[in-house]
């Protein structure tokens, strides 16, 4: 169940969704927010994630292989077991990132 979510033509807002092992493999999800969500598990392969808002989210074990997170925010994120392979980091927002 997802406690907020607005989903456009291009922009997904989702604050503090439950969307664990959702496949959004190749989706352009350029500004989503994810802020507080629990993708545990997610598959991202190959989206564009270009200033998506993660903080507070749980990524852990997700599949972020080749995605482009130009300029996304990872504040206070669990990325542990996460798949960043190939991943474009360029201006990615770090701080407190749970590796």
Sequence with gaps: MFKRHLITNKILYCSQGKLREVDFKGTDLEGANFEGSNL?????EGSNLKGANFEDANLKGSNLKGAILERANLKDTNIKEANLRGAYLQGVNLEGVNF
Excluded: H, S, T
């Design 40 to 44: 545990e598990g997610a598959n991202f």
